[in-house]
């Protein structure tokens, strides 16, 4: 009988571990969860205190039934998922299914034999000792923590089982909503709304060179007149102080001479990491997570095999064990120095008491320079095993240490004193800064003082002016969230897990919720229906403070503080009333018909907003379905386009980087037109088409397909915009653009304008391919009054549009003549 099965999520986990443990035990991979709530059915019976019903997930029977077969033989079963509540879950499923404990067991006798061979082992990094000491200390299955997950994908199904339907009845089928992602989506929404309905407000500023008695010369800003300072609202105050400035006697008021320390950051915790790879490295979120854990599970290190290099990647924790910092700082005394070892090692509060076996996320060993696993790692890898690296070691370095001056500047003019100041810093010890600085989100005022190079000043010391430079602002409306700043604000204001961060900014995507331009988060129209809908119905459950509320308690339940159904029922309570209020209150977006003062282009009727299967159109309100012959006018609704401000469009015409490696994107033109690819290949081969992240939804139109009845819609294609049938791929009637000019060659087609693979314009015969008639040139229903040839055509030249005869031999041509100007 072997000695022990053990099991654990991944096949790459399995393969460190058994390196481990050696002979005598046997490590299998669950490949993720093995039960889950049932798809078809809620799998919750509310009436029975939230009484679950879990299944083997389709597909994973025969993983259970080969773990079953190896664990009768086994003298001991150690599950070791992740020691996380994702990870406890898996293995209360595990013993539930290998044990006797399984409901579906329940006519066989549980014995306790059964339940004592079953142990749980948990670690915070695949090393020798930490697996060997967690087998040393294998400990029970942690009830509050399944609990803490069961509470969370319960209520997670009630909300998506019972709201998605109502989107699907009010505004269309395929929507969905989420009990944390909704409340992400409500956060993009409503910052996109604030900076449409910001005001820009002016203002100004005057900058004076100045030159003192030795260089460099240096600007100080204005601030006001005297002691008090003074805002410049317009250019004509800007411009005053200008003219009262250029007789000014300038003279230094004080110098404040202060020594300022910045302390390091502390290690990573998992939103930390995703937001400075996201800055540093531009990888996605979800990218940073899947290298993260690659990392942890374990690399091939040559001759000492797989190592597992960082520890757990999903923790809310700076907290770092005692083995590893007494390493860090042997390691920082003896590569750096004393001047750079703190006297005791640098502790970092917690947000928050968490359970003492989590750690920050931090290398198992930082003898492991990155530049000596470089070989062995992908780029992407060894990219972020740097970060986490260098993070680390930084977090147990001294301080850096600036001087800082600040000079405040009287210019007097007349009976007048205007006062300007410059703040300037100098790097007096890079401490920490040695090894690693933190990204920042906007502008960074430290790096503005370093920018200033001040000479040697004293109070009462003269000035020269060399020159002054008032210049317009604008105030700035805050930015629109990217990855990083999305992180940070879900972070902040507690809503979800650090964990389900990737999973929330996929799913919004997915669902044509939001778009990403120039990496920044815009809402789209659909996405803000269903937010409307759902913030006007569900005032409780999708409130950000309650969200926020609700993962407090899922810690609480975490901790043992409170039972997973009383929070349940707590819960249901204000779900319940919402989704009453929802069914009978909600507005059916798909019957929606709002006036507007807008007249149809064709017959001049008022046109009206409507709903259909890609958002919202103008119509014509005075089309009847009864009545064939009425208007049948449509077009796009520009609030489907995005809305960019100034800043966003700068934001897109900036390079954009590969979402994988951080490499820069090029454009590129393939068989197929134009696409984004990576400068990395063939390291990397990621590619996007330009349409891609960025769907032009179809229009539908009221006009019926002639070929099956069926209505016509605008498609948009590779080659651009084109009408077609509705019934696609069944009916594949393609609406022709008919110039008025019958064919020339065949005499009885219809010439039609068309586009080339390459995007260019060109024209042909609708009887194509049995006539084979083609002209790069527009053709006209005019005979040429010199050779007689049946059409002329336009053309552009360098002089400008003429009307020319096609015939090779015959040079007839004239200048396009004017359009008529409106008397």
């Not at 910045?262 to 899947?290: I, Y």
């Not at 042997?330 to 968490?354: A, H, M, W």
């Not at 070929?707 to 049938?725: D, S």
Request: proline share 5%; with cysteine; hydrophobic share 30%.
């Amino acid at each position: 009988m072997a000695k022990g099965l053990v099991i654990v999520e991944s096949p790459t986990k399995a393969k460190t571990i058994q390196k481990y443990l050696g002979k005598g035990y046997t490590v299998e991979a669950s490949w993720g969860h093995v039960k889950d709530l049932p798809k078809s059915t809620l799998g919750v019976d509310i009436d029975n205190d939230f009484e679950t019903e879990y299944i083997v997930i389709p597909g994973k029977e025969k993983v259970i039934a080969k773990l079953k077969k190896l664990a009768g033989s086994a003298e001991t079963i150690y599950l070791a998922p992740d020691p996380d509540r994702e990870g406890e879950a898996i293995a209360s499923h595990l013993a539930e299914e290998l044990g006797d404990g399984s409901k579906a067991k329940k006519k066989k006798k549980k014995t306790s034999n059964a339940l004592e061979r079953i142990r749980r082992v948990a670690f915070n990094e695949i090393t020798q000792r930490a697996v060997r000491e967690a087998f040393e200390n294998p400990r029970d299955i942690d009830q509050h923590l399944v609990d803490a997950q069961q509470a969370r994908r319960v209520l997670d199904r009630l909300v998506g089982y019972q709201v998605s339907p109502l989107l699907w009845d009010k505004v269309r089928r395929g929507l969905s909503a989420g009990r944390v992602q909704t409340v992400a989506l409500r956060l993009i929404v409503e910052r996109d709304r604030e900076i449409k309905a910001f005001e820009k407000k002016e203002y100004w500023t005057v900058d004076a060179t100045l030159v003192g008695a030795k260089p460099p010369q240096f600007e100080a800003r204005f601030l006001g007149k005297g002691a008090e300072k003074v805002e410049i609202a317009n250019q004509e105050q800007a411009e005053g102080i200008r003219h009262a400035l250029e007789k000014a006697a300038w003279a230094v008021r004080s110098v404040e001479k202060k020594e300022r320390r910045r302390n390091p950051a502390p290690p990573f915790t998992t939103s930390k990491l995703q937001q400075d790879a996201s800055r540093k490295l531009r990888f996605s979120v979800k990218r940073t997570m899947m290298i993260a854990q690659r990392l942890y599970e374990g690399i091939e290190l040559g001759g000492e095999g797989l190592v597992g290099l960082i520890t757990y990647m999903r923790t809310d924790s700076t907290r770092v064990s005692n083995e590893a910092l007494a390493e860090v700082r042997e390691y920082i005394g003896s590569q750096y120095g004393p001047d750079y070892l703190p006297q005791s090692p640098n502790t970092f509060k917690e947000k928050k008491e968490v359970q003492g076996a989590h750690e920050a996320i931090r290398p198992t060993s930082v003898l492991r320079h990155p530049d000596q696993v470089k070989q062995f790692l992908k780029e992407d890898e060894h990219k972020v095993y740097t970060l986490i690296w260098q993070r680390f070691v930084a977090s147990q370095i001294n301080p850096a240490v600036f001087d800082q001056t600040t000079v405040d500047i009287d210019a007097q003019s007349g009976t007048e004193t205007f006062w300007f100041r410059v703040t300037g810093s100098v790097l007096k010890f890079d401490g920490f800064l040695k090894v690693y600085e933190e990204s920042k989100e906007g502008k960074d005022d430290e790096g503005e003082e370093l920018k200033h190079k001040l000479p040697a000043l004293e109070a009462g010391q003269k000035l020269t002016l060399k020159s002054l430079k008032p210049e317009q602002h604008f105030t700035e409306p805050p930015p629109r969230y990217n990855e990083a700043s999305l992180v940070k604000e879900l972070e902040e204001r507690g809503i979800g897990r650090p964990s389900t961060y990737a999973t929330i900014l996929g799913t919004i995507q997915e669902r044509q919720y939001v778009q990403k331009v120039g990496g920044k988060f815009l809402p789209t129209e659909i996405g803000m229906v269903v937010t409307d809908l759902l913030v006007e119905n569900f005032r409780d459950i999708f409130d950000v403070q309650y969200t926020a509320r609700l993962e407090e308690e899922l810690d609480e339940i975490e901790e043992g503080k409170e039972g997973w159904t009383s929070a349940l029922n707590e819960f249901y309570k204000k779900f319940e009333r919402d989704l009453r209020y929802a069914h009978k209150h909600m507005e059916n977006i798909k019957r929606m018909e709002k006036p507007t003062d807008e007249k149809c282009e064709r017959c001049g009727s008022p046109l009206v907003i409507k709903w259909g299967k890609h958002g919202s159109f103008y119509a014509c309100s005075a089309y009847d379905k009864e009545d064939p012959n009425s208007c049948t006018f449509t077009k796009e609704n520009p609030i489907n386009l995005p809305d960019l401000d100034s800043a966003d469009v700068q934001e897109t015409t900036q390079e954009e980087y590969c979402e994988n490696c951080g490499r820069v994107m090029v454009l590129k033109r393939g068989r197929f037109g134009q696409f984004m690819a990576c400068t990395g290949y063939p390291d990397c081969k990621t590619t996007r088409r330009l349409d891609q992240g960025k769907k032009v939804p179809d229009i539908p139109l009221d006009e019926p397909c002639p070929k099956c009845g069926r209505n016509l819609m605008i498609r948009h294609g590779r080659y651009g915009e084109f009408t077609a049938c509705s019934g696609y791929p069944e009916c594949k009637y393609v609406k022709q653009n008919f110039i008025g000019v019958k064919c020339p060659l065949c005499k009885d087609g219809d010439l039609v304008e068309k586009k080339a693979r390459k995007g260019n314009t060109f024209y042909g015969c609708s009887n194509y391919p049995k006539c084979k008639f083609t002209s790069a040139n527009k053709p006209m229903a005019e005979h040429c009054p010199r050779c007689g040839n049946e059409y002329l055509v336009e053309k552009t030249l360098k002089a400008g549009p003429v009307v020319a005869c096609p015939n090779k031999e015959c040079d007839y041509e004239r200048a396009t003549e004017p359009a008529p100007v409106a008397g």
